[in-house]
């Protein structure tokens, strides 16, 4: 799990792309199988759901990023406060 984290760190647009891409390709599968709609209706329809779990995976990773953060600083400001000597206490 975490050789996937820290690729997913290194290469952020290619998962991110990789993302919308298989949201793409999932779209179009489910509704060629599901509905008898047209090829440019599907295609459009299959864009909004690849933008949709786009920007679910984005606000995700946000919130990972903005909690590590902080879950960072926190640790960081336990340390230093525990490093401070007091005289004469």
Excluded: C
Aim: charged content about 15%.
């Amino acid at each position: 799990m975490e050789a996937v984290q820290s690729w997913v760190s290194d290469h952020k647009l290619t998962s991110i792309g990789g993302i919308w891409a298989t949201a793409i390709g999932a779209s179009l599968a489910y509704t060629r199988k599901r509905t008898p709609l047209k090829p440019s209706l599907r295609l459009i329809h299959a864009r909004m759901h690849a933008q949709a779990i786009t920007l679910a995976v984005l606000s995700g990773a946000a919130a990972y990023h903005y909690y590590e953060k902080s879950g960072t600083k926190q640790g960081q400001n336990a340390d230093s406060s525990a490093k401070i000597h007091h005289p004469g206490a």
